[in-house]
């Protein structure tokens, strides 16, 4: 796969990154930005649908204060509830609040200290050990560990933890460094996308709020944007035309921007119509741009009531282009043996069709 470097215009991404994290993080990341490895798979993620499965977002709403169940840690923390039971009983590790009819409840604070707990766990340090330490003394140990960890797993609890606690900079630094260590693609294919899909599920079950959710999303997709607009024009001597668009109904865009860096990387032109965009809007400006590539896909098979019927419409519309489906398009289509449609699920497959 050829990768066109962007040392001219790199600094545009570097520079947004400004105050974001610490300096000499941010110098560190500067320095070694050119040197990153892109070349590492990414699949198109399927996060959560845009329904809840429940009410409790609306009763947390009222309280004021984000309630969890002992169910809502175990998802959270990955940390069997039974395991959570003895924590508090044996070592007296949390108090939990308890209902009128005595059912457990904890609130933000709680979360962060098991979350906190669960890291120090992870690392090998015994229960018994850590049942010892003071609230400041078990944040400090953590703060020590995270610095420069890049274990998938604590990454993750890492990201939630800052989640939880709507810590920008605790994020970005957690973000840089992985680039920094692993490449932008790995970062976004071994750390970021793994992390939404985590949030996804328990953002279904009511186990993580609206707000946080959309926080993080967003923190994640104006690095990708930025990422992006810091690309140098297509400069690759066999580019071609790539049309990139959500179909109506599909809101998620994170897999489709961090396939537009890819496309755009690889030296390719790309005219990126984002989301929610309608049929006729992509053939009429099909008809106008003239692509040699259409690509599309979705993170939920929401928006397609009948994908087979949606496949056979944009092959017969678009019957001179290449078109490139993802997500919960790529199954349908590899099914249907369309001529002119064709699935992919990697990076690797990407670059096979360009």
């Given amino acids: 796969m050829v990768f066109s470097q962007c040392q001219s ?36 993620p399927i996060l959560s649908s845009t329904h809840r499965l429940n009410n409790k977002l609306y009763l947390n709403n009222f309280t004021g204060m984000e309630r969890y169940t002992l169910n809502d840690l175990e998802k959270l ?119 939404l899909r985590r949030v996804g599920e328990m953002w279904m079950t009511g186990s993580v709020d609206v ?47 961090f396939y537009c860096f890819v496309v755009r990387k690889m030296g390719h032109e790309v005219l990126y119509l984002g989301q929610l965009t309608p049929f006729e809007a992509v053939a009429d400006v099909s008809d106008r741009w003239h692509p040699a590539v259409v690509i599309t896909g979705g993170m939920t098979g929401l928006p397609y009531t009948k994908p087979d019927e949606y496949l056979r419409k944009i092959s017969v519309r678009l019957n001179d282009k290449k078109i490139l489906v993802a997500g919960a398009l790529a199954s349908p289509a590899e099914k249907m043996g369309l001529p002119n449609v064709f699935a992919f699920r990697s990076e690797s497959d990407l670059s096979k069709y360009l």
């Fill in 9 to 44: 215009s790199i600094s545009a991404f570097i520079d947004s990154l400004k105050g974001i994290a610490s300096g000499a993080l941010y110098r560190q990341f500067a320095d070694r930005w050119e040197g990153a490895d892109f070349r590492h798979t990414l699949y198109f």
């Fill in 77 to 195: 923390t990955g940390i069997k509830a039974a395991t959570i039971r003895i924590w508090e009983r044996r070592y007296r590790l949390i108090k939990p609040h308890r209902t009128e009819t005595n059912r457990r409840w904890y609130d933000d604070e709680d979360l962060r200290r098991i979350m906190n707990i669960t890291i120090l766990y992870r690392h090998d340090i015994k229960i018994s050990v850590i049942g010892e330490m003071s609230g400041a003394e078990i944040e400090e140990r953590v703060s020590m560990l995270l610095k420069g960890n890049l274990k998938p797993d604590i990454q993750i609890d890492s990201l939630i933890l800052a989640m939880v606690n709507l810590d920008e900079a605790a994020i970005n630094d957690q973000l840089m460094r992985s680039i920094i260590n692993k490449g932008f693609a790995e970062t976004f294919s071994g750390m970021v996308f793994p992390f």
């Fill in 211 to 257: 707000g946080a959710e959309h926080f993080v999303t967003n923190l994640f997709r104006r690095r990708l944007i930025c990422a992006i607009d810091s690309l140098p024009p297509a400069a690759n001597p066999e580019k071609k035309r790539v049309l990139m668009y959500l179909p109506e109904g599909e809101m998620h865009e994170m897999g489709l921007l």
